[in-house]
Nanobody, 118 residues
Framework: QVQLVESGGGLVQAGGSLRLSCAASGSSFSTNAMGWYRQAPGKQRELVARITTTSRTNYADSVKGRFTISRDNAKNTVYLQMDYLKPEDTGVYYC????????????WGQGTQVTVSS
């Protein structure tokens, strides 16, 4: 079992930046792939970024070049640095761990709201 707690969401103007954090506890953090999903109103849940146990990263085309996922195994924390934010980035961002699929992760956090105003 992995417990995940996200933080760092909020309201920001278009073009601005936010940094999300996800603190993990329970199962060994370093042995889990980690990812960030977002759920926008009226849209399908989207896996926006993932990072493997060896820190290889993948991004959705919609965020490539603007978002950066990273992990600190010593702190059991994964981050999502979001730059050049757009209104379409608005949504609830969820941290995920373990097996990550398009439908969702094996383990979920509670989510944090990100709102980007135009």
């Amino acid at each position: 079992q992995v417990q995940l707690v996200e933080s760092g969401g909020g309201l920001v103007q278009a073009g601005g930046s936010l940094r999300l954090s996800c603190a993990a506890s329970g199962s060994s953090f370093s042995t889990n792939a980690m990812g960030w999903y977002r759920q926008a109103p009226g849209k399908q849940r989207e896996l926006v970024a993932r990072i493997t146990t060896t820190s290889r990263t993948n991004y959705a085309d919609s965020v490539k070049g603007r978002f950066t996922i990273s992990r600190d195994n010593a702190k059991n924390t994964v981050y999502l640095q979001m730059d050049y934010l757009k209104p379409e980035d608005t949504g609830v961002y969820y941290c995920g761990a373990g097996v990550l699929t398009a439908r969702g992760p094996q383990y979920w956090g509670q989510g944090t709201q990100v709102t980007v105003s135009s």
